[in-house]
């Protein structure tokens, strides 16, 4: 299994914007689904993005849709999650990994911390 390291997390004020970084080593990136997960101080994790392995289609979860844009770059081995328009509910741990593959289903990595307040 390889690894991947989330980046790109901070303190921004409501209605501001951030773009988190995933970068994936140790395995074939390009053949894997990729998703966004995030989990809130006292919530469950929740997913909140996915994109096919060539990129064409993404999901979002209804609480960020319009908001946010997942995207790729297969050749450099990373994911990216655009974040626009904040809101203090957006408060939370980002993880990213590979959606719905089983060799990484008890993986977590250190995520990355996105706090939203003024």
């Known amino acids: 299994q390889g690894q991947l390291v989330e980046s790109g997390g901070g303190l921004v004020q409501p209605g501001g914007s951030l773009r988190l970084s995933c970068a994936a080593s140790g395995f074939t990136f390009s053949s894997y689904a990729m998703s966004w997960y995030r989990q809130a101080p006292g919530k469950e994790r929740e997913l909140v993005a996915t994109?096919?392995?060539?990129?064409?289609?993404?999901t979002y979860a209804d609480s960020v849709k319009g908001r946010f844009t997942i995207s790729r770059d297969n050749a450099a081995n990373t994911v990216y999650l655009q974040m626009n328009s904040l809101k203090p509910e957006d408060t939370a741990v980002y993880y990213c990994?590979?959606?719905?593959?089983?060799?990484?289903?008890?993986?977590w990595g250190q995520g990355t911390h996105v706090t939203v307040s003024s």
């Open positions: 994109i096919t392995n060539l990129g064409p289609t993404t």
């Open positions: 990994k590979p959606y719905l593959a089983r060799s990484w289903r008890n993986y």
